[in-house]
């Protein structure tokens, strides 16, 4: 109704606040694929229209794609510094789902008036689990969360928590199996019926990668074994990354656990090497094998060296960011071209160093699997970006449902650009070069990235948060 009366308003001569003018508009929800005019008033957008519109800003987007704001549901760099790097990349929701927070709430007071972009966060098993097992570790396990196993009183104060970070709005429960090997089945099968009982999706790094035994195989059958249990709905992170080159074998298990009526979800990204942190468990005893790769596969973030025995007891030690070269091409496109797969970067930025993924994930979708190899085609790889990780949180935050999509009512979390220039920069080697060929970019129907540039001075974001309830 409030679309409506503002359409009538500008017919009646008053102005939008920013009209977007002559661009291609596409929206993956309802399939349009046309040239309009988008008008904006205040944080919504107002019309859609085949006719000009006036507005007291009016921008001429012609030969662009306007679309709706891409959300990343895997974002763990929460800082200035990624947020920049995700406005530049087209995101207008970045969302730490993967980890989690804890305390939910004091986390989005600490980013409240303060950010770029829209933010949200999951609460996190790891961090709980931290907490209760007084873990010496910062963001990730680094002792006695990984080894010490949990007494029923111990379990007791993790539900107890977890449960708080959901009446704080916890967007539900960030799950490492593979940070945490000493949490048994029955702390998670408890942790999974909180989930349940809350209708919060549980957002699970699975225990092993696709090598030795178990293995990939084992891991999905874990996570869905959860599922069916506990009626939690879940959503597998990095996919491809957990499957590498047994992907095919992967999805199909996910596939037909859906056509079964279970409420599974999957991310991938688009890059064949991962990043994690050295001292983590994920590098325990045995991980050559798990992980299918040696020492000459991973690379030392902080230097670019690739690594050899030596350092590699050193850096753990030590601990930082590795990057793991576990994937490659071919499955990296197979995930971009499967339905199934949503978009999410996994990024992180610290002081200019980390994964490339943090700065270039959406417009190397755009640019490199749409454009240069026609994995997908542009209106899926929107979809992948925007309206189905909207849909995987809907259900129990009617914020998002305003999100994810381009048309009167929803939110103006916009972007705009040039899908014959669009393009990532970002390295290994350098990897906080931001994506070119957007310049636009609106978040709550503020100008966050204009002519290219970031708009310095404004924090136009947002938390995002579950409803109160069950």
């Known amino acids: 109704m409030r679309a409506v009366l503002l359409t009538a308003l500008v017919a009646w001569g008053q102005p939008f606040d920013i009209v977007l003018s002559g661009g291609r508009v596409m929206d993956p929800e309802s399939g349009l694929d046309a040239v309009r005019d988008v008008g904006i008033k205040g944080k919504k957008i107002a019309a859609i229209s085949k006719g000009r519109l006036k507005g007291k800003q009016v921008v001429d987007v012609r030969s662009h794609v306007v679309t709706a704001g891409f959300i990343d549901l895997h974002q763990h760099g929460q800082t200035d510094e990624n947020y920049r790097l995700k406005a530049r990349d087209g995101v207008t929701t970045a969302l730490e789902l993967e980890i989690g927070v804890f305390p939910v709430d004091a986390w989005y007071q600490e980013r409240n008036g ?26 990730l396990p680094r002792d006695h969360a990984i080894h010490k196993q949990s007494s029923p009183a111990e379990r007791t104060t993790m539900r107890d928590l977890l449960i708080q970070g959901f009446k704080e709005g916890g967007l539900g429960i960030g799950f490492g199996f593979g940070y945490t090997p000493a949490a048994g089945h029955a702390e998670l099968l408890d942790m999974f019926r909180a989930a349940a009982e809350w209708k919060r999706p549980g957002f699970v790094h699975m225990r092993y990668g696709s090598h030795g035994v178990p293995g990939m195989h084992e ?13 939690a709905p879940i959503h597998i992170v990095h996919m491809g990354a957990s499957s590498t080159t047994n992907f095919d074998e992967g999805i199909r298990l996910v596939e037909a656990a859906r056509k079964r009526g279970l409420d599974i979800t999957v991310e991938s990204y688009p ?18 094998e798990r992980l299918g790769i040696t020492h000459k596969d991973m690379m030392w973030v902080d230097t670019g060296e690739r690594l050899t025995a030596a350092t590699f ?39 200019g160093k980390g994964h490339p993924r943090a700065a270039g994930t959406y417009a190397r979708v755009l640019g490199r699997y749409v454009r240069e190899q026609k994995a997908t085609t542009l209106m899926n790889a929107l979809r992948k970006m925007s309206l189905m990780p909207a849909r995987r949180l809907e259900a129990m935050s009617p ?9 009167a009512g929803a ?54 948060r579950a409803r109160e309830g069950t």
């Open 114 to 139: 303060k950010a770029l972009v829209n933010f949200g966060a999951s609460v996190g098993h790891v961090p709980v689990r931290m907490k209760v097992m007084r873990d010496t570790g910062g963001w």
């Open 219 to 231: 891991s999905i059958d874990e996570v869905i074994a959860y599922a069916v249990v506990t009626g």
């Open 271 to 288: 890059y064949i090497a991962g990043m994690t942190r050295l001292e983590t468990a994920i590098f325990d005893p045995g991980w050559q």
């Open 313 to 351: 007891e050193k850096y753990r030690k030590q601990g930082g960011l590795v990057a793991t070269f576990t994937n490659t091409e071919e499955m990296i496109v197979k995930n971009m071209a499967h339905p199934l797969i949503m978009v999410a970067s996994d990024g992180i930025m610290e002081n």
């Open 399 to 407: 914020q998002i449902r305003n999100k994810g999509r381009i048309k």
């Open 411 to 464: 939110d103006a979390d916009i972007v705009v650009f040039d899908p014959g220039k669009v393009i990532d920069r970002a390295t290994y080697e350098k990897p906080n070069l931001p994506s070119e060929g957007i310049p636009y970019v609106l978040v709550n129907g503020v100008f966050v990235v204009r002519d290219g540039k970031v708009t310095e001075g404004i924090a136009p974001g947002e938390g995002v």
